[in-house]
Structure formats: structure tokens, C-alpha cells
T-cell receptor
Framework: GQNIDQPTEMTATEGAIVQINCTYQ??????LFWYQQHAGEAPTFLSY??LDGLEEKGRFSSFLSRSKGYSYLLLKELQMKDSASYLC??????????WGAGTKLIIKP | GAVVSQHPSWVICKSGTSVKIECRSL??????MFWYRQFPKQSLMLMAT?????????EQGVEKDKFLINHASLTLSTLTVTSAHPEDSSFYIC?????????????FGPGTRLTVL
């Protein structure tokens, strides 16, 4: 079966750095997405990786290793508004998005 | 980026009634839209893929006669929850891609929170 694993919840301090990991086993791979979802709202796009390596976009970076079935989202200089759930999603061989359960990130002052 | 709207943003209805949710792509044409359901503290669950001018493709376990999808135009898809029951209470989210990005990014609507009493 297809499976995406991410930690259920993480806590970090304002101004610090946090890394959210995602491992996947899917039938084929056509890219990995990270989305941010605030409570009661729809997800918003953060990043996309299809080749191995690090993609940097401001305070957020995303890394992919296809051979390991592994990705992480790195958030720097954390702000209180970064408190949200972070969803990892993989596009499989049928170009269907398979979603992880999300990681709830709690930022403390 | 592309904008997707949903209406209504929330709805409360009595058990046994039907509820229609609209999803619109405001500044682009979407041949395909996706309908998701999300229960509290759970991930997004794809319900169906809505194709303009043809029948929707439903995921396994989703009752097509209960969740009616109509993709009437390139900018509008509707989801009708028929004979709603309390267990249908959930957060319903649609998404669409404009097909212009290499990775076919999905743009999400703001979601509709359905509560069935």
C-alpha cells in the first residue's frame, strides 16, 4: 500500500529552527509537496521537490532524497504565525496526490 | 497565484436534507477539480476528481449517489451531499490546477464546514 509518515506534533521556540520530516512509500514518484494549513482553513502551497536536493524559499527550505524516500521541511527564524499543520504529499505514478496526516507545529514564545 | 473560491464557507442543516457546495476558479479555467473531506485532526481524504463535461471519478468507498458532483463549466464544480446525516459533518475542500506550472500545483478553496444536526 501507499504510505506517508510524518510526526503528529512538534513544539519549537519563536526565533528557532525546526525540521519536519516526511518518509514515503508510494507506487511511483512524480514530485513531493509541502503545504501549510492553519486551523479551520484550507492548505496553502509551500514547496515542491521532484529532484534530489534542497530547495530554498525565504525562511522555508525543503529537501528531497528519492533513494531514501525522505523529505524534510526546514523552517528558520520561527514566528508565532508559523503555528499550523504542515502536510507532506506525494504525487504517485498515476499523478494522484497521496497525503500525509500532517504535523501540527506549536510555536512557544 | 490562482484563486479558488467556495460557497458557502459554513452550513448547518438538519438530518435528511441536501446541501450543495460550490467551487469556483476565479481567474483561470480548470478542466479538473478535486473534492476532499477532512475530519478533525486527520489528513485530507480525496473523495472524487471532477472533470468538466464528464462524470466524476470517485475514490473507493465514496458513495457516488450520496455525493453528487457536477462540473458544469471550466470554472464551476458543485458537490451535493444528499440526505445528509450527522456522520457527514466535516470540512469539505475543493482544489483545482490551472495547468500552467510544471508540477501542476493544486490551488485550494477556503473550505466549507458542514454540520448536520
Amino acid at each position: 500500500g501507499q504510505n506517508i509518515d510524518q510526526p503528529t506534533e512538534m513544539t519549537a521556540t519563536e526565533g528557532a529552527i525546526v525540521q519536519i520530516n516526511c518518509t514515503y512509500q508510494t507506487s511511483g514518484f512524480n514530485g513531493l509537496f509541502w503545504y501549510q494549513q492553519h486551523a479551520g482553513e484550507a492548505p496553502t502551497f509551500l514547496s515542491y521537490n521532484v529532484l534530489d536536493g534542497l530547495e530554498e524559499k525565504g525562511r522555508f527550505s525543503s529537501f528531497l532524497s528519492r533513494s531514501k524516500g525522505y523529505s524534510y521541511l526546514l523552517l528558520k527564524e520561527l514566528q508565532m504565525k508559523d503555528s499550523a499543520s504542515y502536510l507532506c504529499a506525494v504525487k504517485d505514478s498515476n499523478y494522484q496526490l497521496i497525503w500525509g496526516a500532517g504535523t501540527k507545529l506549536i510555536i512557544k514564545p | 497565484g490562482a484563486v479558488v473560491s467556495q460557497h458557502p464557507s459554513w452550513v448547518i442543516c438538519k438530518s435528511g436534507t441536501s446541501v450543495k457546495i460550490e467551487c469556483r476558479s476565479l481567474d483561470f479555467q480548470a478542466t479538473t477539480m478535486f473534492w476532499y473531506r477532512q475530519f478533525p485532526k486527520q489528513s485530507l481524504m480525496l473523495m472524487a476528481t471532477s472533470n468538466e463535461g464528464s462524470k466524476a471519478t470517485y475514490e473507493q468507498g465514496v458513495e457516488k449517489d450520496k455525493f453528487l458532483i457536477n462540473h458544469a463549466s471550466l470554472t464551476l464544480s458543485t458537490l451535493t451531499v444528499t440526505s445528509a446525516h450527522p456522520e457527514d459533518s466535516s470540512f469539505y475542500i475543493c482544489s483545482a490546477g490551472d495547468g500552467t506550472s510544471d508540477y501542476n500545483e493544486q490551488f485550494f478553496g477556503p473550505g466549507t464546514r458542514l454540520t448536520v444536526l
